[in-house]
């Protein structure tokens, strides 16, 4: 599997990556974005299986990023990992096309959880 991972944090990216593998996804080849723009750029470039991202990111939020794809015909599989967990922003990621929203702090068993039921569509 393939993964685009935006967050503007380096320190934050390396932690997901880290909880990614203990969730059992080594092995995956993980692309890092530093912002949505740059997500958005990796996505028409190189094609993953799956978007990982922040959601407040300088140059394009999230969100934003979320949109943009959409708006141009992408269906890739996309995904929260952000501090903002409420359920206002659960419905919004949602409305806007996210499978999932993994609020921080998160655990292994939050990404087998959320990346499990994304694969159980695909079946």
Same mark, same amino acid.
């Given at each position: 599997?393939?993964?685009? $991972?935006?967050?503007d944090?380096?320190?934050?990216?390396?932690?997901?990556i880290?909880? $990614?593998?203990?969730a059992?996804? &080594?092995?995956?080849?993980?692309?890092?974005?530093?912002?949505?723009?740059?997500?958005?750029?990796?996505?028409?470039?190189? &094609?993953?299986? $799956?978007?990982?991202?922040?959601?407040?990111?300088?140059?394009?939020?999230g969100?934003d990023?979320?949109?943009?794809?959409?708006?141009?015909?992408?269906?890739?599989?996309?995904?929260?990992?952000?501090?903002?967990?409420?359920?206002?922003?659960r419905?919004?990621?949602?409305?806007?096309?996210?499978?999932?929203?993994? &609020?921080?702090?998160?655990?292994?068993?939050?990404?087998?959880?959320?990346?499990?039921?994304?694969?159980?569509?695909?079946?």
């Amino acid at each position: 599997m393939k993964i685009v $991972l935006a967050d503007d944090s380096r320190v934050m990216r390396q932690i997901v990556i880290r909880t $990614l593998r203990q969730a059992g996804f &080594a092995g995956h080849e993980i692309i890092e974005a530093e912002n949505g723009r740059q997500a958005v750029e990796l996505v028409h470039q190189e &094609a993953p299986d $799956l978007v990982l991202s922040d959601w407040n990111m300088p140059e394009m939020t999230g969100i934003d990023a979320l949109t943009t794809l959409r708006d141009s015909g992408s269906q890739v599989p996309f995904g929260f990992v952000t501090s903002e967990g409420s359920d206002e922003m659960r419905q919004r990621a949602a409305s806007a096309g996210a499978a999932f929203l993994i &609020a921080k702090p998160f655990t292994p068993e939050a990404f087998q959880e959320a990346l499990a039921g994304l694969h159980a569509g695909k079946a």
